[in-house]
């Protein structure tokens, strides 16, 4: 699993392709992917889990000059994955669970209220039907 912009916005593709290290989906691969396509503003979360899977995607996220968070251990099932972050200094914060919601919205939400209302002077997309792919020749 990756994340690509793409002309329609940001999406997650899907991969056939043999596990990584073990792990099909593998949280490295989708971190780099992140890392690669959103750079300075990417944000990595790494939270509970066994192994080491994610913590080289959550550097690469670092490396980009995005913002690392990994769980605390007190608060995971297990720490494993967290822990490796960690252990390698790719992470720059460490917060409990029940944190992260409110701090991701402290930091980086923003009062969505105003986007979703339309002023009548833009036409609605409500009931446009969108094709998701298109014909082979």
Do not use: W
């Amino acid at each position: 699993m990756m994340v690509r912009r793409m002309p329609r916005g940001e999406m997650v593709v899907l991969s056939d392709t043999p596990p990584i290290n073990g792990h099909r989906p593998s949280a490295d691969v989708l971190f780099h992917s992140v890392a690669q396509e959103f750079g300075l503003t990417s944000v990595g979360i790494i939270m509970t889990g066994m192994g080491e899977d994610g913590a080289e995607g959550i550097g690469a996220i670092k490396a980009a000059g995005g913002m690392t968070i990994a769980q605390s251990e007190e608060t995971c099932v297990v720490g494993g994955m967290p822990r490796a972050a960690m252990m390698k200094g790719f992470v720059q914060k460490v917060l409990p669970l029940d944190t992260l919601g409110a701090h991701l919205i402290s930091q980086y939400g923003s009062d969505r209220s105003g986007s979703d209302k339309q002023d009548g002077s833009e036409k609605s997309n409500k009931g446009e039907k969108v094709p998701v792919s298109t014909p082979r020749a």
